[in-house]
């Protein structure tokens, strides 16, 4: 299974303290402003979303078709099947992506310690 680009996902306070808390720890903003309450920080191939008032918690993000600069993937596992073979392995969704749709969609689910996964695919 091809989940994508892999990021964290972190609910915060204050964006602005938190931007320059990363940016001290070598990230750069790649995408989002803080006009939109969210920020996608960046420093190598590691990838962590800020997000204010947003979201309550954080959450592990899976980016399908992307790679870790947001580029296009050339082959991918849509989130359609993705989820066909997680509820086929007894997973059970948050959310659950309308199967009879192509193109963007996203799913959520929680691993046994109740962290929530969010698979967004954007293309």
Do not use: C
Request: proline share 2%; glycine share 8%.
């Amino acid at each position: 299974m091809k989940l994508g680009a892999f990021s964290i996902s972190l609910s915060v306070k204050d964006l602005q303290k938190s931007k320059d808390f990363y940016e001290k720890l070598g990230f750069t903003t790649m995408a989002g402003t803080m006009e939109q309450n969210y920020l996608i920080m960046k420093n190598d191939s590691t990838l962590v979303g800020l997000f204010q008032a947003m979201f309550d918690g954080n959450m592990l993000t899976f980016n399908p078709g992307w790679d870790q600069n947001a580029g296009n993937l050339e082959s991918f596992d849509d989130v359609r099947a993705i989820q066909k073979h997680l509820k086929e392995n007894g997973i059970e969704l948050e959310k659950s992506a309308d199967e009879a749709t192509s193109g963007p969609e996203h799913i959520f689910l929680k691993d046994p310690d109740g962290n929530m996964i969010l698979i967004d695919q954007h293309r």
